[in-house]
């Protein structure tokens, strides 16, 4: 997905908080900035998707994006907050599947 010298360049990632407006943004808080929202975005993706095929294809990239994250250089709420939205989401889609062998096993009565 990404070479060498990208995943170097996402060590250096950092957002302890907002971005400020100012005149300059260091390419740290930008990084940061970025990563922030990846994160966001594919979480909100896993939500709302309908397709197994491109649910499989977002856990793979969400795992990609946990490992070339630098977390202890960005917002401490971040790591713990995609571990409780994806442990609250697997936790639907068992009980999901199974009301549906319920419903199944009762039909087949």
Known sequence: MLDRHALFFLQVAENKGSIKCWLFTTLSSSLGHILMQLHR????????????????????????????????????????????YLQAWMMEDLANKHIGLLVGERQEL
Not at 42 to 55: N, P
Not at 74 to 79: C, G, S, V
């Open 41 to 84: 975005g594919i979480l909100y993706l896993i939500q709302h998707q309908t397709h197994s095929g491109l649910s499989a294809s977002l856990f793979k990239v969400l795992l990609f994006l946990i490992s070339a994250t630098p977390y202890a250089r960005m917002h401490e709420e971040l790591l713990p907050s995609v571990i409780v």
